[in-house]
């Protein structure tokens, strides 16, 4: 009813969680990818963009993922 709402960070937060959640947009869950047996960054792209830029936004995953191990220690 109001799409320029997707702008508002707090709104946009919920559409992405419950896309990446449910498969809303390519019919892929995160949880198809990432999970407590397999990370597969790469794949997960599919997810909201299919395979656009998948290897960057990867990188950028496993640095985060390692920045986040790092300060557990």
């Known amino acids: 009813k109001y ?3 997707i702008s508002e960070p707090k709104i946009a937060t919920k559409i992405l969680l ?4 449910n498969g809303t947009w390519t019919g892929k869950k995160i949880s198809d990818y990432i999970n407590e047996k ?3 960054y790469v794949a997960a792209r599919k ?3 299919w395979t656009d830029k998948a290897e ?3 990188a950028y995953a496993r640095k985060f993922e390692t920045i986040l191990k790092q300060s557990q220690q």
């Open 3 to 5: 799409p320029e709402m």
């Open 18 to 21: 419950h896309g990446f959640t």
């Open 38 to 40: 397999k990370c597969l």
């Open 47 to 49: 997810c909201i963009n």
């Open 56 to 58: 960057l936004i990867a």
